[in-house]
């Protein structure tokens, strides 16, 4: 119940309107992963599904910020990300075409 609890807060970051709280939803990704790895191996999924959206995010911040978290992300998930890998990597390879220099570094 518990897990469940987490994603469905998870969801509900990632997907708002407010480019905060989307941001919040990203760093709280993060924690997730550090502090529960399987619950977000588990789901991995369904999880990209919705983060994913935020590496093509309008807002340059939440852009720059997912692809921070999903650098940082990459180190502790590992081979958990196999399922999603293509897709990050069209993600991340379409942000290297970006003009903004945060999310280009990032």
């Known amino acids: 119940v518990e897990e469940t609890e987490q994603l469905m807060e998870l969801d509900k970051l990632l997907t708002s309107q407010d480019f905060r709280t989307r941001m919040e ?3 709280l990704l993060l924690d997730y992963c550090k502090s529960s790895p399987q619950l977000i191996s588990t ?3 369904q ?3 919705v983060f994913m959206l935020r590496l093509q ?3 340059k911040k939440v852009r720059q ?3 921070e978290v999903l650098a940082l992300m990459i180190s502790i998930l590992r081979s958990a990300l196999n399922p999603v890998l293509i ?3 069209a993600a991340v390879t379409e942000n290297l075409n970006s003009k ?3 999310i280009h570094a990032a």
Do not use: M, P, R
């Open 87 to 89: 897709s990050v990597v």
């Open 65 to 67: 910020k997912a692809l």
């Open 47 to 49: 999880i990209f599904d």
């Open 43 to 45: 789901n991995i999924v």
């Open 100 to 102: 903004n220099l945060g």
């Open 57 to 59: 995010d309008y807002n």
């Open 25 to 27: 939803g990203t760093v």
